[in-house]
């Protein structure tokens, strides 16, 4: 393949080496040189390069490709089927109940088929997706579907999959190890999940979930504290467990809404705790905006997101994601990271979201047990975004148009000038 360069690139700050030159307040725009669908090098633009290979960016911003680090494609896109769900958590598990009935391998398949060609043309690169496990002995359809999904799109999208369990399933130690095992033995991509709340806390149960996926080697992605309890103790029992066994894999905890619901100086020791043990926390803007607080007939007076500034000033490696989309939990959303961001930055009020946030959808080295590694080194495949109505100072307004690029070749035909 000819080797191009895109001249005249905005990349976010966070990407950039501490000596990258300025221009004001701003980093200087950047030449990307692109040599067989790789990264060859990319440096401070210089002026007017000419020739067939080159594109001119004029300033778009551009972002290596994304990772949505938490899904649920075994429940997508089921709500336009069920007809009235009552509102509220209850009422869509309930109605989610019921819907499972109809999830044949053939179902699952095509509706989590759809999201995945939705997040490809979003520019996702790698997704994370959990899994419904509600009971111990026999291995929902679903997880089986996805395993052969990942085979599928393999190369295009790299997927993993994450048990999603009631902890009360790990009450019983030989339970919770032979779940492990079997998540362990299911193939590569597999990663020991489960759901922590006050609703049903059980330390014991906890512990046994955690020693199981440690003693099989697994990493571990768990929903933990999605409430406004402030006596939810999941996050502060596994960064206390993780740290006093030396667990070797990467953990990952989601939601963790209780934080902001926890007396300050509680919710602060914490994350101290989480950024030494260490875990990486995923942040949800839609769902959490939309189930946290929520009482029928009431408009919500608490946001309930996590402390992602605390999280960031702390160093904790912090993600957003999408979630739940179009089922009974969340009636939006649409496998684009960057709708999640745009929630987050008004909810957070997170500042530059463009140079100091983007950060928070392309760190795939935060779900691995060596982070460190930035994106868009010489010699990565040239997965890009480039954002061609955005600019870096409203952004991500505007950041729909986008051309999505995969080993340097766009995916669809977009504007690449
Ligand atoms: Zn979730």
């Known amino acids: 393949m000819q080797d191009h360069l895109l001249h005249q690139a905005r990349l976010p700050q966070w990407l950039l080496p501490a000596t990258w030159p300025r221009q004001g307040a701003h980093p200087a725009l950047a030449d990307i040189h692109i040599t067989q669908g790789r990264i060859a090098r990319i440096e401070p633009s210089q002026p007017t390069p000419t020739g067939d290979a080159v594109r001119h960016l004029h300033g778009a911003p551009v972002l290596p490709g994304l990772v949505d680090a938490h899904t649920h494609l075994d429940k997508t896109f089921t709500l336009p089927r069920m007809g009235a769900v009552r509102p509220g958590l209850l009422g869509a598990i309930e109605a989610m109940m019921a819907d499972r009935a109809q999830w044949t391998p053939a179902d699952v398949h095509a509706r989590a088929a759809k999201a995945l060609q939705w997040a490809y043309e979003a520019g996702v690169t790698r997704l994370r997706t959990h899994c419904d496990w509600w009971e111990p002995e026999a291995e929902p359809v679903a997880w089986q579907v996805l395993r052969e999904l990942a085979e599928e799109w ?124 260490p875990i990486t926390l995923v942040t949800l803007p839609l769902t959490n905006l939309l189930l946290q607080d929520a009482v029928t007939g009431r408009s919500p007076r608490q946001r309930g997101l996590t402390l992602v500034k605390e ?63 930035l994106p868009l080194q010489p010699g990565d495949a040239a997965d890009l975004l480039i954002f061609t109505a955005a600019d870096a100072w409203g952004f991500p307004s505007r950041s729909q148009p986008r051309t999505v690029l995969r080993a340097g070749r766009p995916i669809t035909e977009g504007v690449l000038s």
């Open 154 to 277: 393999r190369g295009r999208i790299a997927i993993e999959r994450v048990t999603l369990v009631p902890l009360s399933l790990h009450a019983d130690a030989a339970t919770a190890d032979a779940l492990a095992r079997r998540v362990a033995a299911s193939g590569a991509g597999a990663v020991m999940g489960g759901f922590v709340h006050s609703h049903h806390w059980d330390p014991q149960a906890l512990a046994h979930l955690l020693d199981a996926a440690a003693r099989h080697d697994l990493d571990l992605d768990l929903h933990v504290d999605e409430e406004l309890h402030p006596g939810a103790q999941g996050l502060a029992a596994i960064a206390r467990h993780l740290k006093a066994s030396g667990y070797a894999g990467r953990a990952v905890c989601g939601h963790t809404c209780a934080l902001a619901a926890k007396p300050e100086a509680e919710a602060l020791a914490v994350l101290d705790a989480v950024a030494q043990a």
């Open 311 to 373: 999280a960031r000033a702390r160093g904790i490696p912090l993600l957003v994601a999408s979630d739940n989309v179009q089922d009974p939990f969340c009636p939006v959303g649409s496998y684009d990271p960057l709708e999640s961001l745009a929630a987050g930055v008004l909810a957070a009020q997170l500042d530059q979201p463009f140079d100091r946030w983007t950060d928070a959808l392309c760190r795939a080295d935060w779900l691995t047990r060596t982070p460190g590694r």
